[in-house]
Antibody, heavy 123, light 107 residues
Framework: QLQLQESGSGLVKPSQTLSLTCAVS??????????WSWLRQPPGKGLEQIGY???????YYNPSLKSRVTISIDRSKNQLSLNLSSVTAADTAVYYC???????????????WGPGTMVTVSS | EIVLTQSPATLSVSPGERATLSCRAS??????LAWYQQKHGQAPRLLIY???TKATGIPARFSGSGSGAQFTLTISSLQSEDFAVYYC?????????FGPGTTVDIK
């Protein structure tokens, strides 16, 4: 059964870069035409999709974050990565990785989620 | 960006009763809508996608309906494990967006 696990720095200073990885186990990140997403949820608030990687060669970023975000896949390590630069307190959130159900073009709901990792931006 | 509005914000229901949750989109999204359940401290769980298709392992008491801009999630007979926050999500137009959530709590 496919499982996802986020990891990375739990405390990031303002203006620095947040870096997270999502390890995929029980399956290959390269198999099938699935989308692989990063989402986040500030404490007590709703969900926001940061962006997604689809079908091996396409990356889509939320316009609200596009200038600061990089999402990539490392097939040799079977993992997804997120870098978010120039962070502020507003980037404090639980960060999730998730897999899409397999719909065309990655226009998709998310059927498998990691447990999430809390990232706090503070000096 | 498509805005999703969920109502009510909070729904107080007794166990065994029916719960009806609504999600309205700011423009038509066909049937590209999903529903998730989230319990405190956990990741969201996919319940419904394509507006009405149940995800794997989802109990029959959950059902979704609607198309265009108006959608409904119905829980036919609430069980104790169903008290949670429910989010709708549209994936018709990028960026894909979520509603603010409906909290279903015990009456």
């Amino acid at each position: 059964q496919l499982q996802l696990q986020e990891s990375g720095s739990g405390l990031v200073k303002p203006s620095q870069t947040l870096s997270l990885t999502c390890a995929v186990s029980g399956g290959s990140i390269s198999s099938g035409a699935y989308s692989w997403s990063w989402l986040r949820q500030p404490p007590g608030k709703g969900l926001e999709q940061i962006g997604y990687f689809y079908n091996g060669d396409s990356t889509y970023y939320n316009p609200s974050l596009k200038s600061r975000v990089t999402i990539s896949i490392d097939r040799s390590k079977n993992q997804l990565s997120l870098n978010l630069s120039s962070v502020t307190a507003a980037d404090t959130a639980v960060y999730y990785c998730a897999r899409g159900t397999g719909a065309p073009y990655g226009e998709d709901a998310f059927d498998i989620w990691g447990p999430g990792t809390m990232v706090t931006v503070s000096s | 960006e498509i805005v999703l509005t969920q109502s009510p914000a909070t729904l107080s229901v007794s166990p065994g009763e029916r719960a009806t949750l609504s999600c309205r989109a700011s423009q038509s999204i066909s049937t590209n809508l999903a529903w998730y359940q989230q319990k405190h401290g956990q990741a969201p769980r996919l319940l419904i996608y394509g507006a009405s298709t149940k995800a794997t392992g989802i109990p029959a008491r959950f059902s979704g309906s609607g198309s265009g801009a108006q959608f409904t999630l119905t829980i036919s007979s609430l069980q104790s494990e169903d008290f949670a926050v429910y989010y709708c999500q549209q994936y018709n137009n990028w960026p894909f967006t979520f509603g603010p959530g409906t909290t279903v709590d015990i009456k």
